[in-house]
């Protein structure tokens, strides 16, 4: 069965500086997707950015990034120029392409950020 | 932009009795889900349901539980004798597409059994 680890419970991070949040997955399949969720306090869960696993290149939406290293099964986000409105709880979530179709999440990660 | 809704935003409920957790998905979606997250745990998979039955459903979601589209906008989950583990946040989603895409998620109902 795949899973799904998010090691960070919190971070913080100072407005305008950069984050990097961590994510490793582990999983037999070749054929996956990747995803950042993020839920602001009693919103609903947004995505943040989509990563394919049969691509190589890194995803990227605006100031936000994802480090994908498929050998190593690590799918880290990073949050450039921070904001205020990034301060969320951040869920790393899995989905097999052919097989499941359910999401696998993470424990999540909660980021503060600092004015 | 379109959103999935679900109500109640909170319900609370004696153990032993029956709730309805309503979910309106996006509007040309097909598949739906019911995710659920106990306090300080992950979220996790309850169920999903394509074309007015389940096409996948978790450990979690035994005979206690049953899903329903009663009309053309409405995917309800129902939970027969709630149990004080019930209590959890229960998220709805949809989707266009079975899977690569992405989930829209509702803002939850949270459940607290007493």
């Known amino acids: 069965a795949q899973t799904v680890t998010q090691s960070q419970p919190e971070m913080s991070v100072q407005e305008a500086e950069t984050v990097t949040l961590s994510c490793t997955y582990d999983?037999?399949?070749?054929?996956?997707?990747l995803f950042w969720y993020k839920q602001p306090p009693s919103r609903q869960m947004i995505l943040v950015i989509r990563?394919?696993?049969?691509?190589?290149q890194n995803a990227t939406e605006n100031r936000f990034s994802v480090n994908f290293q498929k050998a190593a099964k690590s799918f880290s986000l990073k949050i450039s120029d921070s904001q205020l409105g990034d301060a969320a709880m951040y869920f790393c979530?899995?989905?097999?392409?052919?097989?499941?179709?359910?999401?696998?999440f993470g424990k999540g990660t909660k980021l503060t950020v600092n004015p | 932009e379109p959103e999935v809704t679900q109500t109640p935003s909170h319900q609370v409920t004696q153990m032993g009795q029956e709730v309805i957790l309503r979910c309106v998905p996006i509007?040309?979606?097909?598949?739906f889900y019911w995710y659920r997250q106990i306090l300080g745990q992950k979220v996790e998979f309850l169920v999903s349901?394509?074309?007015?039955?389940?096409?996948?459903k978790s450990e979690i979601f035994d005979d206690q539980f049953s899903v329903e589209r009663p009309d053309g906008s409405n995917f309800t989950l129902k939970i027969r004798s709630t149990k004080l583990e019930d209590s959890a946040m229960y998220f709805c989603?949809?989707?266009?597409?079975?899977?690569?895409?992405?989930?829209?998620f509702g803002p939850g109902t949270r459940l607290t059994v007493l």
């Open positions: 989603a949809s989707s266009e597409v079975r899977t690569g895409r992405e989930q829209f």
């Open positions: 999983t037999s399949e070749s054929d996956y997707y």
């Open positions: 990563q394919e696993a049969y691509k190589q």
């Open positions: 979530a899995y989905i097999s392409q052919g097989g499941s179709e359910k999401l696998v």
């Open positions: 509007s040309n979606h097909l598949y």
């Open positions: 349901f394509y074309n007015n039955e389940i096409s996948e």
